[in-house]
């Protein structure tokens, strides 16, 4: 199939010129429509010092259709659902954005500018939105109790350490819409 | 009947809108649209309202597929010559400008290349695309390479293999009802594919579905046309009537498929009501109307706080849930006025009771003013759903009275006619009660319901008629009363209608809600301004 000689030579791409902080697996080796992938918080970031599990699942139609790309680690984010989903809010990956030519490196690297650069006018959580606007701090006092909370030690993509109640790390936690 | 009479006068000079007896007035309505092909998007419509032959007749022009197909090829030849660039390009600018040619030359004579980038288009003339095989060529998508393979690219030059290319612009198609706006598969490029480009790489069918998806664009594009809304009809239709003056006037079409509907709101023809109360009226039923029939019958409000109570079993001494308020169910009055004398109620004549009861009565009358309205209204709507059957039974009857009596084709047309004019009256009258229900008591409101009581009699007499046997309907008498009955329920329509729009344009009606001006868009709240 296609699509299968394309993810061998995007896996290999990925996992020979890894781009910094992140190293990349398949999920079980039998299957290469599932992707692990560990982040290192950028230092830039607010992030620095964690490390986020970031899952990724290629469609059967991929290239065609977009790939999912989720949080394992649970991120205190605008731009990621606050529960233990971890959806994404990503430009490139909406069906209307999506080109069949465009490659995992490039949707991996937005994921690592999005922990730089919070898009807040795009916000999946609003209420995160709006605290990242109108009070850094507290924003950033947040975002710091999650990493120490969620992000430190080994990397697990199983949910365990998605944690289960959203208030606990500082932030106040309640989900609004996104 | 002064005003009647001078109604008459003032219209009988066009007999194309009171139709005579055999006519019938859906028909000849049909008759007076002008369905030649010469493009005429300017109908300065909105200045319009108010002088028209009668006062709820807007006028609209009726398009087949083949007319929007025109319109689109003659506006592509123009921007085609005036700015010399291929058919294909015209299209897509034309499209990214929704269709403005005026805006599209003019911005296009200030800045081409801004122009064509925002709209999707290379800036560089090269060949045609066709397909190449080229060597060396591995395809981006699916990294298939090999002798032989063949590969497309538009004009930006990404090239890739035909069958990802196929399955990309297959997917956009088919999944995504993608057509004006398809871009070049590679990552960050926003060159459109164009309809020649695509024409060679699928299948006709595909094909046809593209075209069919850029006619949808065309229409959906321009505020002043709109899709005939009846299932499986192809038309559109084109109306100069803005969204902001459907507070005074009820824009009702009629395609040439039959059906008759409002270019507002795209629902069927509810005229004497406006866009914005329709809504109303039937989020009102879609939430009331079984329920509060229900709540009419079983239940009572609270004296003190209003709350619907139902009492399902118990004693009479009741204790609302919300409000704590100690009641008994039989007299409304205070359960602790009732001393001693629990289980039987006997204190009908205390001043407690009498003012609880009073206060209850006034909320029902809400209530009940609602299910007076609702009631005929849904009879009506059951009456009009009937239609179908009334109409096939119609025919039936004109084949019949064809055999036994020897009348002609021509001679039964009347039946049809006496149909036709049942349907639409009925149409209208169940509207005039979801539009009476939001009326203030004046003398408006009073006329208004002279004309309504003048139609439901005109149409209920009809309607006896229309269902005697065969052998009655054949009698010439008979005949000659239905058509007589006919014409005169469409007389008593038009005048309602023309009454009812005249004063909507005038902004005479006084309304008990408050309509914002702007109607809503389907789906959608109202809207504020």
Redesign the interface.
């Known amino acids: 199939m296609a699509s299968q000689k394309r993810i061998a030579k995007e896996l290999a791409d990925c996992t020979t010129h890894a781009p910094a902080g992140m190293s990349i697996a398949l999920a079980t080796d039998s299957d290469v429509h599932k992707w692990h992938v560990t982040l290192d918080g950028p230092a830039e970031s607010i992030y620095s010092g964690g490390k986020f599990g970031l899952v990724v699942t290629l469609p059967p139609e991929y290239p065609f259709k977009a790939p999912v790309v989720t949080f394992a680690t649970r991120i205190y984010h605008p731009n990621v659902t606050n529960d233990n989903v971890g959806s994404i809010c990503l430009g490139l990956l909406k069906a209307e954005n999506w080109k069949p030519a465009s490659k995992l490196l490039s949707v991996l690297q937005a994921v690592r500018l999005l922990l730089v650069e919070p898009q807040p006018d795009d916000p999946l959580e609003s209420r995160i939105a709006d605290e990242y606007r109108r009070d850094r701090a507290e924003f950033d006092k947040n975002a710091r109790a999650y990493v120490q909370r969620y992000a430190k030690g080994p990397v697990k993509f199983d949910g365990t350490n998605v944690g289960a109640d959203a208030g606990a790390a500082g932030g106040s936690g309640k989900r609004s819409t996104g | 009947m002064d005003s009647d009479d001078d109604f008459m006068s003032a219209v009988s000079s066009e007999d194309d809108i009171l139709p005579d007896d055999s006519d019938n007035d859906d028909l000849s309505g049909a008759e007076d649209f002008d369905f030649d092909d010469e493009p005429d998007p300017d109908l300065g419509m909105s200045k319009d309202i108010g002088r028209k032959r009668v006062a709820y007749d807007i006028s609209f022009k009726v398009y087949q597929p083949a007319d929007i197909q025109k319109q689109q090829d003659d506006l592509i030849n123009e921007v085609n010559m005036i700015l010399d660039i291929s058919k294909e390009e015209a299209a897509i600018l034309l499209r990214h400008f929704r269709w403005n040619k005026e805006r599209l030359i003019e911005d296009y004579m200030d800045a081409p290349p801004q122009v064509l980038e925002a709209a999707g288009l290379a800036q560089e003339p090269t060949s045609l695309p066709r397909l190449e095989v080229k060597p060396g060529f591995v395809c ?5 390479e090999g002798p032989g393979l063949a590969s497309f690219a538009i004009k930006c030059g ?1 090239r ?1 293999c035909v ?2 290319y196929r ?2 612009l297959s ?1 956009k198609i088919k999944e ?1 009802g ?1 057509a004006a706006r398809i ?7 926003d060159l459109i594919v164009d309809a020649r480009s695509l024409d060679l790489l699928v299948n006709p069918e595909l094909k046809e579905r593209y075209h069919e998806l850029l006619n949808r664009t065309y229409v959906e594009d321009k505020d002043t046309l709109k899709w005939c809304p009846a299932p499986d009809c192809q038309n559109a239709i084109e109306c100069g009537v803005k969204k902001k003056d459907l507070d005074k006037v009820v824009p009702t079409v009629s395609c040439l498929c039959a059906h008759r509907f409002c270019f507002g709101c795209i629902l069927s023809d509810h005229q004497p009501a406006p866009c914005e109360l329709v809504k109303k009226w039937l989020k009102k039923c879609a939430d009331d109307s079984e329920t509060a029939n229900w709540i009419s019958a079983n239940t009572k409000e609270c004296p003190k706080c209003n709350s619907t109570i139902e009492k399902n079993g118990g004693c009479n001494h009741m204790t609302c849930r919300k409000c704590k308020h100690e009641f008994c169910w039989m007299c409304m009055g205070l359960w602790s006025e009732h001393g001693t004398s629990w289980y039987s109620c006997n204190r009908f004549e205390e001043k407690s009771g009498t003012e609880a009861r009073d206060a209850q009565a006034k909320s029902r009358v809400s209530l009940e003013r609602y299910l007076h309205y609702y009631n005929r209204y849904a009879n009506h709507e059951q009456s009009a759903r009937l239609d179908k059957d009334i109409y096939t039974k119609t025919e039936k009857k004109m084949v019949q009275l064809q055999k036994e009596s020897g009348m002609s084709w021509i001679e039964v047309q009347y039946l049809n006619s006496a149909s036709q004019a049942l349907q639409t009256c009925r149409q209208t009258l169940m509207w005039t009660y979801a539009f009476a229900f939001y009326l203030a008591r004046n003398n408006l409101t009073e006329i208004f319901e002279d004309n309504q009581k003048d139609l439901e009699m005109a149409v209920e007499g009809l309607s006896e008629m229309f269902e005697k046997p065969v052998t009655e309907l054949a009698d010439p008498k008979l005949k000659v009363e239905i058509m007589d009955k006919t014409s005169y329920c469409n007389k008593r329509r038009i005048i309602l209608l023309d009454d009812t729009a005249q004063n909507l344009a005038d902004g005479r009606w006084t309304f008990n809600v408050e309509l914002t001006g702007s109607a809503p868009t389907s789906g959608g709240p109202s809207n504020r301004r």
């Open positions: 981006d998508i699916c990294c298939e990404h890739y069958d990802c399955h990309y997917q995504e993608e871009q070049c598969p590679s990552d960050g490029c």
